[in-house]
């Protein structure tokens, strides 16, 4: 199966600052079925991004997706005060369908 | 608009079997443009896709639980369920079931139900 790695851990930063996300891929994955989830405390994922680099309905612009073969970002470019959750990687390419461990984004 | 919600018990005994139920609201699981999943999320192994029911009735699992997972779905009732069976604490997680949007684009988990709470405990 392809295990996905997202780096950092914990990431803490200030309101306003910019956030870069990343994670890889045990494998080469498909730039049309990768995505992105952002989860809050006691709250089902939210799906962010998928294809990458598409925004899901309802989603601001300050989140951007990018990245190919095993390497994938996630930016926020400005962040805002209900940014701060954590966030998973998610392939949908190769089966079984796998998602990274999370990054947790917390205020500094 | 889309509604997804669990039901099914809290508490399942070891060696059990693990029953869920999702009802979906707003859109017919009929519908050739989506299927239907469970992702679970647990201690050990955070996020997981378990597997999915497609309109036409056709299943997919994880391999890795393959042998004890069984997805299926009532159109009259606009519901989908999940079976695990052989439970053991390994299993304790929040269930989800979710839609897959099935189109000219591939869109995973756009829409998700609550989440239920299942621990495996005697």
């Known amino acids: 199966e392809v295990v996905l790695v997202q780096s950092p851990g914990t990431l803490s930063l200030s309101p306003g600052e910019r956030a870069t996300l990343s994670c890889r891929a045990s494998?080469?994955?498909?730039?049309?079925?990768f995505a992105w989830f952002q989860q809050k405390l006691g709250q089902a994922p939210r799906l962010l991004i998928h294809g990458t680099s598409r925004r899901a309905a309802g989603i601001p612009d300050r989140f951007s997706g990018s990245g190919s073969g095993t390497d994938f970002t996630l930016t926020i470019s400005r962040l805002e005060p209900e940014d701060f959750a954590v966030y998973f990687c998610?392939?949908?390419?190769?089966?079984?369908?796998?998602f990274g461990q999370g990054t947790k984004l917390e205020i500094k | 608009q889309v509604q997804l919600q669990e039901s099914g018990p809290g508490l399942v005994k070891p060696s059990e079997t693990l029953s869920l139920t999702c009802t979906v609201s707003g859109v017919s699981i009929s519908l050739s443009s989506y299927y239907w999943g469970w992702v679970r999320q647990t201690p050990g192994k955070g996020l997981e896709y378990l597997g999915s029911?497609?309109?036409?009735?056709?299943?997919q699992y994880n391999p890795s639980l393959e042998s004890r997972v069984t997805i299926s779905a009532d159109t009259s009732k606009n519901q989908f369920s999940l079976n695990l069976n052989s439970v053991t604490a390994a299993d304790t997680g929040v269930y989800y079931c979710?839609?897959?949007?099935?189109?000219?684009?591939?869109?995973?988990?756009?829409?998700w139900g609550q989440g239920t709470l299942v621990t495996v405990s005697s």
């Open positions: 979710a839609r897959v949007r099935d189109g000219y684009i591939l869109v995973p988990f756009d829409s």
């Open positions: 029911i497609y309109y036409s009735g056709k299943t």
């Open positions: 998610h392939q949908y390419d190769r089966s079984p369908w796998t």
């Open positions: 494998q080469t994955v498909s730039t049309t079925y």
